[in-house]
């Protein structure tokens, strides 16, 4: 695959901007064209006053400096950055089918087919970012996007970290992802590994089949049912994929099942097509 010669400084007047392709808490991204080489790309566009205010510049400095080190075909690229004296620019790869958290709205929940092969591809991707001892933590439909080919890229890594962690840190948004050891009171040392996203890679099953989080409640509730694992799969879920859900959400996060495991699991295994399982492995990943 050509990549495209990549110059040590962008700046804005090297892109065409097009339509805006969504917005987030502090900024918009923007289909962009590279003028030399005609490259498309999506500019995330953020301003710095509101990372200031909103008090997020040093995780958009993590995510640059996370997400710029990793090429995976599940991993949404970071192909480079650059800022004015108002604004930073992320150039990152377009996925052409969107945002994931849509798709999965307007078809209520996914065939158990299309679910199994997107979590071997979370799964795959989860095991490429633990293996560089990166954390992701906000694993969600909303940090997903759809590639051209349908293949599931993580995007947004605001929240991730190099593991081991142990910093407490004030998680913004729904709760309903977050795993027992990260919204526990607990003392100092309550830290937490690359598990986190074993929880959640149980979740997002969970929402693919069921089309609503498993710990969906008011957010005391949601707390409260998350801290006990208490949730229940419905009966038009199958037993295998029922399973799976069952093994990640564990409380205890040493108990969960490991990547490896989820990607020869019976379920996952019935759906996944041999000889694309194979590609991913030939290209090591
Ligand atoms: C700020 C801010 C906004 C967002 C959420 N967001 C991500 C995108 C996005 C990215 Cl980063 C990359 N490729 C995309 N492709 C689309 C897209 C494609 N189609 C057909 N429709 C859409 C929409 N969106 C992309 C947009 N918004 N995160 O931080």
């Known amino acids: 695959v050509c990549q495209p010669r990549v110059p040590k400084q962008f700046h804005l007047g090297m892109f065409e901007i097009g339509r805006p392709l969504g917005k987030g808490k502090f900024g918009r991204v923007y289909l962009a064209r590279e003028r030399s080489s005609g490259f498309i790309c999506a500019l995330k566009v953020l301003h710095k006053n509101e990372l200031q205010s909103g008090g997020v510049e040093r995780q958009v400095r993590r995510e640059i400096e996370i997400q710029s080190n990793l090429r995976h075909p599940n991993v949404l690229q970071m192909f480079g950055h650059?800022?004015?004296?108002?604004?930073v620019f992320l150039i990152l790869e377009f996925a052409g089918k969107g945002e994931l958290y849509k798709h999965l709205r307007r078809e209520s929940r996914f065939p158990e087919w299309r679910a199994a092969q997107y979590i071997a591809q979370m799964a795959s991707a989860l095991r490429y970012l633990h293996r560089k001892h990166v954390i992701h933590r906000d694993i969600k439909p909303e940090n997903i996007l759809v590639g051209i080919h349908g293949e599931l890229k993580i995007s947004d890594f605001g929240w991730s970290v190099h593991a081991p962690n142990n910093r407490r840190k004030t998680?913004?948004?729904?709760?309903?992802?977050?795993p027992p050891e990260m919204i526990k009171p607990g003392s100092s040392e309550n830290y937490y590994t690359e598990k986190v996203d074993l929880w959640s890679l149980g979740v997002l099953t969970y929402e693919f089949l069921v089309g609503e989080a498993p710990f969906e409640d008011t957010p005391v509730m949601t707390q409260r049912r998350i801290a006990r694992a208490d949730m229940s799969v419905p009966s038009f879920v199958s037993s295998e994929a029922g399973d799976l859900i069952k093994r990640l959400l564990v409380l205890d996060p040493e108990k969960r099942i490991s990547l490896d495991q989820v990607q020869v699991h019976p379920w996952i295994l019935k759906h996944c097509v041999k000889g694309e399982r194979a590609s991913n492995r030939e290209r090591g990943y």
């Open 171 to 178: 998680m913004c948004g729904t709760l309903d992802y977050l």
């Open 82 to 87: 650059f800022h004015d004296n108002k604004r």
